[in-house]
């Protein structure tokens, strides 16, 4: 790689869900702006899609990759710890290995970028002399609510989710209690507390916030964010919206044209889009109360679906996940899928395959982007490009455009 070229390292934080993100941030770059990258990849080296997405990051020329091994973290934690706790405990105790990475690097980045679960690791640039960013994947009403808790959670008492009016955040559509993150449902839990310290991490630590979104889809937060003064007293960074940076499908493979053309014979406004992420499996039995619920309510569906979790909390997040058969998998109710044949669209991942939920939710967004109005509802997710708010790829229940709310 040339040396006198800017050169940026981005952390990236264990699980698929960061991984590609950050890859997608690095190669926009390293392609666009011809920057040399080199990514800091916290692994647990236990799911097979990240090792080989490793091993192919690996091979690229324009970009170097650092495996930074996953710290021992089993006297840290509880049993029932969540994988939002487990992440940010990873990244906290990975630190040192971080600092020690850039260290030993023998042209020293002009700039550090953390993604979600990174933002305590920014301080290391001071030592370094460098520029310092967070990356957020997701759209900007989702960083907006994340920097602006610190404030809800001083001043707002009791559960979000008993709350009768919905969350203010200035400037921005206001966020049912119901339809928060999942680490704002118990504020007892730990990975709560965890989740408030990301959000003020993101303000005082960074000199600035990266969001994969662009305005045309999100132009209410994005304005908020830019300039509500109100909302750029808690947050007191930039913020700048760099996207969109999307995962294309594999042209050549058989399922973007096969969901693209389920979604078109459908009526505008008619599906639902589930997916859990990588790092949300079910148990067996919530898959099967699901399917029921899907069934029986007539609903049009896309189903991003991979094998049960068993007891952890964190599901197949660090793990490979248990084995399936490659057949019909047997955690659905009997004859689920025959009788739902012209109901939805079921997308397997319970055997290794290329394509997976990422690629699901790229060609979800595509078909979203030739169907959405420029000013269009929007739901968040893992990353922007898994969003949808309106058309025929619609995630989440029935609810209003700009209304739905999903922090991934």
Same mark, same amino acid.
């Given at each position: ?9 981005? +952390?990236? *934080? ?9 890859? !997608? ?11 040399? +990258? ?10 097979? /899609?990240?090792?080989?997405? !490793? ?26 710890? $969540?994988?939002?706790?487990? !992440?940010?405990? +990873? ?12 260290? $030993? ?6 700039? @550090?970028?953390? &993604?979600?679960?990174?933002? %305590? ?22 960083? #907006? ?39 704002? !449902? ?5 990975? =709560? ?22 305005? &045309? @889809? &999100? ?7 830019? =300039?509500?003064?109100? @909302? ?7 913020? =700048?919206? +760099?996207?969109? @940076? ?31 992420? *990588?790092?949300?499996?079910? *148990?067996?039995?919530?898959? #099967? ?22 007891? /952890?909390?964190?599901? $197949? ?22 009788? $739902? ?33 420029? &000013? ?7 990353? /922007? ?18 209304? %739905?709310?999903?922090?991934?």
């Amino acid at each position: 790689m040339d040396q006198n070229k800017l050169h940026v390292a981005i +952390i990236s *934080s264990p699980g698929m869900g960061h991984l590609v993100p950050v890859y !997608l941030l690095a190669n926009r770059l390293a392609t666009h702006h011809h920057v040399r +990258i080199t990514i800091l990849a916290v692994t647990t080296q236990t799911s097979p /899609a990240e090792s080989q997405l !490793l091993g192919s990051l690996a091979d690229l020329d324009h970009i170097n990759l650092i495996k930074i091994p996953s710290p021992d973290i089993s006297n840290l934690l509880d049993p029932d710890d $969540t994988m939002v706790t487990r !992440l940010a405990v +990873i990244m906290r105790e990975a630190k040192n290995n971080i600092r020690s990475a850039i260290s $030993t690097m023998s042209s020293r980045p002009h700039a @550090l970028i953390g &993604d979600l679960f990174s933002s %305590e690791s920014l301080p290391i640039a001071n030592e370094f002399h460098m520029r310092k960013y967070v990356y957020v994947p997701c759209l900007a009403r989702f960083a #907006a609510l994340t920097m602006h808790l610190h404030v809800f959670d001083k001043e707002v008492k009791g559960q979000y989710v008993d709350l009768v009016e919905p969350l203010r955040v200035p400037g921005c559509v206001p966020v049912r209690g119901q339809d928060v993150p999942d680490p704002m !449902l118990d504020r007892n839990n730990r990975e =709560y507390n965890e989740y408030v310290k990301m959000g003020i991490n993101f303000t005082t630590l960074s000199d600035g916030v990266l969001v994969n979104t662009w305005r &045309d @889809l &999100d132009c209410t937060s994005l304005d908020a964010l830019k =300039y509500n003064e109100t @909302l750029k007293s808690v947050v007191k960074v930039p913020v =700048y919206d +760099i996207g969109p @940076l999307t995962r294309l499908a594999d042209p050549a493979g058989s399922n973007d044209s096969k969901v693209i053309e389920w979604l078109d014979m459908q009526p505008v406004e008619s599906v639902i889009f589930i997916s859990f992420g *990588s790092g949300g499996t079910p *148990s067996a039995e919530q898959i #099967a109360e699901l399917a029921w619920g899907l069934e029986l309510s007539r609903q049009r569906f896309v189903w991003v679906i991979r094998s049960p979790a068993g007891s /952890a909390k964190d599901g $197949t997040f660090f793990t490979s996940g248990p084995g399936s058969p490659n057949g019909p998998p047997d955690f659905l109710p009997e004859g689920f899928l025959n009788r $739902t044949e012209t109901q939805g669209l079921i997308v397997p991942l319970w055997a290794p395959q290329r394509w997976g939920a990422d690629d699901c939710m790229a060609v979800v967004r595509r078909a979203e982007i030739k169907r959405q109005p420029a &000013d269009g509802g929007a739901a968040g997710g893992d990353s /922007a490009g898994s969003a949808a708010g309106r058309g025929s790829g619609r995630k989440g229940g029935d609810r209003e455009d700009g209304e %739905e709310f999903d922090g991934g």
